[in-house]
């Protein structure tokens, strides 16, 4: 059982950075893929980004791309997530999720079977 939480939103303004936590629990968590979704309101979950149980991989929504970066420390089982040039519209709840069998992590929702509890990040303009 592994799990997870989320630090690190808040609120900013359009153009800014957040460094957004993820402090998991388990002596298991260098083997997980980690990844960082996003639910804005009245919209679907979305990927935003992921990394592999070693940190030598990582992969990003196009939304991010080159904005955002991912990394994690094993010996401190945290991921996190580099937020920069923020825009309004990515006001959301930020989830990090944890992946027992995907250790290169995913982008599907359904590749993960751990997930936190989220923390909103608002972006005002």
């Known amino acids: 059982q592994v799990q997870l939480v989320e630090s690190g939103g808040g609120l900013v303004q359009a153009g800014g950075s957040l460094r957004l936590s993820c402090a998991a629990s388990?002596?298991?968590?260098?083997?997980?893929?980690m990844g960082w979704f996003r639910q804005a309101p009245g919209k679907e979950r979305e990927f935003v980004a992921t990394?592999?149980?070693?940190?030598?991989?990582?992969y990003f929504a196009d939304s991010v791309k080159d904005r955002f970066t991912i990394s994690r420390e094993n010996a401190k089982n945290t991921v996190y997530l580099q937020m920069n040039s923020l825009k309004p519209d990515e006001r959301a709840v930020y989830f990090c999720?944890?992946?027992?069998?995907?250790?290169?992590?995913?982008?599907?929702?359904?590749?993960?079977?751990?997930w936190g509890q989220g923390t909103q990040v608002t972006v005002s303009s």
């Open positions: 999720a944890a992946s027992s069998l995907r250790q290169f992590g995913g982008s599907r929702q359904g590749d993960y079977d751990y």
């Open positions: 990394i592999s149980w070693s940190g030598g991989g990582a």
């Open positions: 388990g002596r298991t968590f260098s083997s997980y893929g």
